[in-house]
């Protein structure tokens, strides 16, 4: 982060353990910092939000362990064709000029949120995503996502693809979309629809200062 001749830092993977550094390195920031681009997903959210709120430019997708998945030189090759070239075609499709977005996993946004990482939410467009959760977890994990004021203060949210959801005895009755939707009308939050986001080789960048 402190070197000037290094134009981006690309995340290797996501990982566990990226909440208990992300406090410590939003501060004292290394002036070369602020030049660079950050990319990744899944638990290095905590750090794309950290950096987002001093200011840095940050955006979720594609990691370098992504390689080894199904289909991941594609993946890969899409996030070094935005992190070189900028190349839009690299871009989540949902993504408009004038509205900013920001993309997370959903579990990792939850636990962000009323912390001192958390980042200004206000009028982005805000896209979710998650992997191998129960469907009950999702419906307490949107419980408290939308009960946030601050996440109250969204445009909107989006919804990615929510996989690998395991079975449950009894059945939960809700599907991860429909969980989604209820939450938001509860809490008075507009459903935007769909985001081509999620833990797997399709997931697409979404840059949150795109503009």
Same mark, same amino acid.
């Given at each position: 982060?402190?070197?000037?001749?290094?134009?981006?830092?690309?995340? *290797?993977?996501?990982?566990?353990?990226?909440?208990?550094?992300?406090?410590?390195?939003?501060?004292?920031?290394?002036?070369?910092?602020?030049?660079k681009t950050y990319l990744g997903y899944s638990d290095a959210g905590f750090l794309l939000a950290a950096?987002?709120?001093?200011?840095?430019?940050?955006?979720? #997708?594609?990691?370098?362990?992504?390689?080894?998945?199904?289909?991941?030189? *594609? *993946?890969v090759n899409r996030a070094l064709d935005w992190l070189v070239r900028r190349d839009e075609d690299a871009?989540?499709? #949902?993504?408009?000029?004038?509205?900013?977005?920001?993309?997370?996993?959903?579990?990792?946004?939850?636990?962000?949120?009323?912390?001192?990482?958390?980042?200004?939410?206000t009028d982005a467009e805000l896209l979710i995503e998650d992997v191998a959760e129960h469907e009950y977890?999702?419906?307490?994990?949107?419980?408290?996502?939308?009960?946030?004021?601050?996440?109250?203060?969204?445009?909107?949210?989006?919804?990615?693809?929510?996989?690998?959801?395991?079975?449950?005895?009894?059945?939960?009755?809700?599907?991860?979309?429909?969980?989604?939707?209820?939450?938001?009308?509860?809490?008075?939050?507009?459903?935007?629809?769909? *985001?081509?986001?999620?833990?797997?080789?399709?997931?697409?960048?979404?840059?949150?200062?795109?503009?």
């Open positions: 982060m402190a070197d000037d001749s290094v134009d981006a830092i690309w995340f *290797a993977r996501g990982g566990y353990g990226s909440n208990r550094i992300a406090e410590a390195a939003m501060r004292d920031l290394p002036a070369a910092a602020r030049s950096f987002h709120k001093e200011g840095l430019n940050v955006a979720h #997708g594609p990691m370098v362990q992504d390689v080894g998945r199904k289909g991941g030189d *594609a *993946a871009l989540e499709p #949902g993504l408009s000029d004038g509205r900013r977005a920001m993309a997370f996993n959903l579990t990792v946004l939850s636990h962000l949120i009323g912390t001192t990482i958390e980042p200004d939410f977890r999702i419906d307490r994990t949107m419980f408290h996502v939308t009960g946030s004021d601050a996440i109250r203060r969204v445009a909107g949210i989006r919804v990615g693809r929510i996989s690998e959801i395991p079975d449950n005895e009894p059945a939960f009755g809700h599907d991860a979309e429909s969980i989604v939707r209820n939450w938001c009308d509860r809490a008075g939050i507009a459903f935007l629809g769909h *985001a081509d986001i999620g833990h797997d080789a399709a997931n697409r960048v979404v840059p949150f200062n795109y503009r």
